[in-house]
Every structure is written in C-alpha cells, then in structure tokens.
C-alpha cells in the first residue's frame, strides 16, 4: 500500500532531512517510525503520505507512483487516505458532530441522513457519541485527539497516517489512542504509519518499526527484535535512558 524506494528529500541549499530511506506498509499493518527530534521522521510521514515530493528516489501508494503534477488525481488518491497531524486541531467554529462530517460533506454526494449514521457510528467507534453537540473548547484535549482520529477514519480510508498521536495526553488517554488505532487498523484492514517517540504506547499496537537517527534508517524490525538490539544507540532510544543524541 505504501512504499518508498531510497528516498531523499532536502530543502535548497540545506542538508539532507531525509536521506536514502526506503519503507514498505502493507494492508492490515502498523508501521512506527521512531526516533529522536529533528531526525527526519515526520517529513518522512509526509512523504509517505504524499504531501511532499522527495528530491529522489520513488514513492508509491496504492500500487502506483504518487502523482505530484497531476492535482485532481492526487486529491482523488487522498480521498483514500486519513490523516492524523500532531497539530491538526479541530476546527473551533464547528461542532464535534461537524467537524466529523465535514469530510463526508466536501467529498461524496451521500444524503444528510446517510452522513448522520456515518458520522454517528464513527464517534461511537471512539467513545464519543455523546458529545457530538460540543464545540471543541468543551472538550478535553484527549476527548478532541479521539474526535481528531473519528474524522481522520470517517472515509473508511485505505492508508491512515499518524504524526505524534500520543504528544500531550495523559496516560489514560495515550492508551486509549493506541488502542484506536489498532482497532481501526484492523477493522478497516488498512495500511498504517504512526510517528512517534512515544516508545511504551507505540510498541504495544506497532507490527514493524523503524527508528530514524540523522535523516537515515539506522534500524528496523519487530518491536521485540529492536528490544533485545545490542546497539548502543538503540538500547538507549528504546528502553528511555538518556544520553540520545538530536
């Protein structure tokens, strides 16, 4: 569903942010990128998702190359797609039942009550059914990161990103997230990336992971494999201690 072949991306005239990466996310999988600030992890996640062109290299969605020069067919493969940004807010003049249906309602034709049943059934799907007539400013910030993942998922969408879905919660709320996702991964059998530092939370939910250190890969494999990694720099990232350089 997503694949990225030795990809490069750099601003002019800077030094590489993103550098010979390759990845692949297949159907029913959560794939973490993982690793310390500045490291290139969530240009990574917008390349992955389309919203940035890499300087080199190839980067595929759905099977096919993703079409940069052409708008309308990019905007039609992002229909497809469901994206949850570390600061995506909720758009404050709008209820938490409209900020969910708002999608429904600039992309399909479905009638008012068929968006009410979608959009109904998708905040049940994250605890949230009984506060769809709230404005966000009502809401906690747990409470509006799940009505953030009910609108990112409204589309039953194929591929789902995730940039640091756990920045800001508590503990209760960080575990009710990760479990979102990996229920909404596997009920929807879609491709998903989360980028996170996150370790514990994103561990739990992760299939495969790869952790990022100066703009490249520098290791990939089960969570279980990168815990029992004899690297230095690894051991350090993922069992907390400190001393990780950014």
Do not use: W
Request: charge should be negative; aromatic fraction near 6%.
């Amino acid at each position: 569903m997503i694949q990225l072949q030795n990809v490069h991306f750099s601003y002019p005239h800077s030094a590489p942010i993103v550098n010979d990466v390759s990845l692949s996310v297949s159907r029913g999988q959560v794939v973490a990128v993982m690793g310390p600030s500045g490291c290139g992890k969530t240009t990574l996640l917008r390349l992955a998702a389309g919203l940035l062109s890499p300087s080199q290299g190839q980067a595929r969605l759905f099977g096919a190359a993703i079409p940069y020069d052409d708008a309308r067919a990019l905007r039609e493969m992002r229909k497809k797609m469901g994206m949850l940004f570390q600061f995506g807010a909720l758009f404050t003049d709008m209820s938490v039942y409209d900020n969910v249906a708002f999608p429904l309602r600039e992309n399909t034709r479905m009638t008012p009550s068929e968006i009410d049943a979608v959009v109904l059934k998708n905040l049940s799907a994250v605890g949230l059914d009984d506060v769809s007539a709230k404005m966000p400013s009502e809401i906690s910030g747990g409470m509006a990161r799940r009505v953030a993942l009910a609108r990112a998922i409204v589309q039953s969408p194929s591929v789902m990103v995730f940039d640091e879905p756990f920045t800001g919660l508590d503990p209760i709320a960080m575990d009710a997230i990760a479990r979102l996702i990996r229920e909404q991964t596997d009920a929807l059998n879609a491709a998903s990336v989360i980028v996170s530092h996150d370790v514990q939370e994103t561990f739990a939910i992760a299939d495969y992971v790869y952790v990022m250190h100066q703009a490249r890969i520098l290791a990939e494999g089960t969570p279980s494999e990168l815990l029992a990694s004899d690297d230095a720099f690894i051991r350090r990232f993922v069992h907390g201690r400190s001393g990780v350089a950014a």
